[in-house]
C-alpha cells in the first residue's frame, strides 16, 4: 500500500541506506518445474504484459493463481528493497502442484504501458487480460483460476473479483479491507506513533494528512485540486523544520503535489470496499500480519469480515509485517534488513487453502 504522505516526504528527502542482506527462500534455477515466460495482450487499454507461467511438470490441467502486486511500478517478482516475494511465492505454490502466473506491472520492466497515467481500475483490466489468457491454456483448468493480491493488489483484486463471475477464488494478502482515506489515515497514525512522535505532534500531523485525505476524496476538479494541496502543502512545510533543512519549499510542493495527484494514488484515496463486497461471490482468504504499520490489520480485517460475512477466512497473524516476514523493529526499512521473505508457515496456509477450494487437479 502506498506509504502516506508525510512518510514518502521524509524518506524522499532525506534517503536511505539498504543493508546486503541474503535471501536464503529465493529459489535458483534449474527448477523442478516447467518455467515459461510469456506476454499476453490487455486489448482494451493497447497494453502488452510480459511475465512467467510456472506448472509442475507432467501433463494435465493445473489450479492457477495470478498474483498481483501491490502500489507503484513493481516487477513480476513484485521486487521491494531486495526482496523478491512473488518469486518465492511462486515457487512454493507451484512445488506444490499449482500454476502461477506473475507479470511486471504495464510500464515496468519488459512490459508496454504508462505506468504513470494509469490507476487502480485500469490495472483491474490488465488482471482481467491474464484471466482470458489464462483460459486458453491448455494446461490451466478454467474453472479453477483464481487471484493473489498483496496490498494494493488486495483492492484491485476487490475489482476483479466484482466483475468476473467465474473466478474461482481469491487470496487478499494485507489487503485493505476499508476506503483509502481510512487505510492511509490509519497508516499515518502508526507510522507517527512508531517514530515516537508526541501527542501535540501527532495531533498536528493527523490533522495535516486528513485535510489532504479530505481535499482529494472531495475535490474532482484538477485545477481546483491542484491549488487546494498546494496551500496545505505549503503550511505543512511551514510546520516542519526538517523539511526545510531538506528541500527547498517550491521543490517540496511540486513534488509531493504531483504524486498526491497521479491517477493511482488518488484512486486509490477513493476506493471503497464496499461498492465490490456484495458483488464478489468467490471463496476469499483475506491474511493481514498485526505488526502491519501500512494496512493496520485490526481495521482492515474487521472491513473484510463485515463486507463478506460468511464468504470469507479471516486470518491475522501473529508478529508479522506487511512483508509477512517475522520483524523486530517492525518499521518499513527493515524490510531489507531481514533475511526472510515470507514466513513459510503464510504459505503452507496459502497453499492449504486454495488447495481446499479447487479440490483434485484434473
Same mark, same amino acid.
Given at each position: 500500500m502506498r506509504l502516506t504522505a508525510f512518510f514518502l516526504i521524509l524518506s524522499a528527502f532525506t534517503g536511505s541506506i539498504r543493508a546486503q542482506v541474503q535471501h536464503p527462500q529465493e529459489p535458483k534455477p534449474p527448477f523442478d518445474y516447467v518455467s515459461e515466460d510469456v506476454k499476453f495482450v490487455n486489448g482494451i487499454d493497447n497494453v502488452t504484459l510480459a511475465g512467467t507461467f510456472t506448472r509442475p511438470k507432467g501433463s494435465g490441467k493445473y489450479p492457477t493463481v495470478i498474483l498481483i502486486s501491490g502500489s507503484g511500478p513493481q516487477n513480476r517478482n513484485s521486487e521491494l528493497m531486495g526482496q523478491k516475494p512473488f518469486l518465492v511465492i511462486a515457487d512454493h505454490?507451484?512445488?506444490?502442484?499449482? *500454476?502461477?502466473? %506473475?507479470?511486471?506491472?504495464?510500464?515496468? *520492466?519488459?512490459?508496454?504501458?504508462?505506468?504513470? !497515467?494509469? @490507476?487502480?481500475?485500469?490495472?483491474? %483490466? @490488465?488482471? %482481467?487480460?491474464?484471466?482470458?489468457?489464462? !483460459?486458453? %491454456?491448455? @494446461?490451466?483448468?478454467?474453472? !479453477?483460476?483464481?487471484?493473489?493480491?498483496h496490498s494494493e493488489g488486495g483492492m484491485i483484486g476487490q475489482i476483479v473479483a466484482a466483475e468476473e463471475p467465474t473466478l474461482a477464488f481469491f487470496v487478499s494478502l494485507a489487503g485493505p479491507g476499508v476506503d483509502g482515506a481510512t487505510v492511509i489515515m490509519s497508516q499515518a497514525e502508526a507510522l507517527n506513533r512508531q517514530m515516537g512522535v508526541n501527542d501535540s505532534v501527532l495531533t498536528i500531523n493527523l490533522g495535516l494528512q486528513r485535510k489532504l485525505m479530505n481535499a482529494l476524496v472531495e475535490e474532482h476538479n484538477p485545477d481546483m485540486l491542484k491549488a487546494r494541496l498546494g496551500k496545505l502543502l505549503q503550511e505543512t512545510y511551514e510546520s516542519k523544520p526538517e523539511l526545510k533543512l531538506a528541500v527547498k519549499e517550491n521543490i517540496f510542493i511540486e513534488k509531493t503535489r504531483d504524486a498526491l495527484m497521479s491517477p493511482e494514488y488518488v484512486s486509490l484515496i477513493r476506493h471503497d470496499p464496499k461498492k465490490y463486497f456484495p458483488r464478489i461471490k468467490c471463496p476469499v482468504l483475506a491474511i493481514n500480519g498485526n505488526k502491519d504499520v501500512q494496512v493496520i490489520s485490526s481495521i482492515n480485517l474487521k472491513g473484510w469480515k463485515e463486507g463478506l460475512k460468511n464468504n470469507v477466512t479471516i486470518s491475522e497473524k501473529d508478529g508479522l509485517n506487511h512483508l509477512f516476514q517475522h520483524c523486530k523493529t517492525c518499521t518499513v526499512p527493515?524490510?531489507?534488513?531481514?533475511?526472510?521473505?515470507?514466513?513459510?508457515?503464510?504459505?503452507?496456509?496459502?497453499? *492449504?487453502?486454495?488447495k481446499q477450494k479447487t479440490g483434485p487437479r484434473k
Open positions: 505454490l507451484t512445488k506444490n502442484g499449482i *500454476a502461477v502466473l %506473475r507479470y511486471d506491472d504495464r510500464g515496468t *520492466a519488459e512490459s508496454t504501458g504508462n505506468m504513470a !497515467k494509469a @490507476d487502480v481500475s485500469d490495472f483491474a %483490466r @490488465d488482471v %482481467r487480460a491474464a484471466f482470458s489468457y489464462l !483460459k486458453k %491454456r491448455n @494446461d490451466v483448468d478454467p474453472k !479453477k483460476i483464481g487471484i493473489m493480491g527493515e524490510y531489507g534488513q531481514l533475511s526472510e521473505t515470507i514466513s513459510p508457515a503464510v504459505l503452507d496456509e496459502i497453499t *492449504a487453502w486454495i
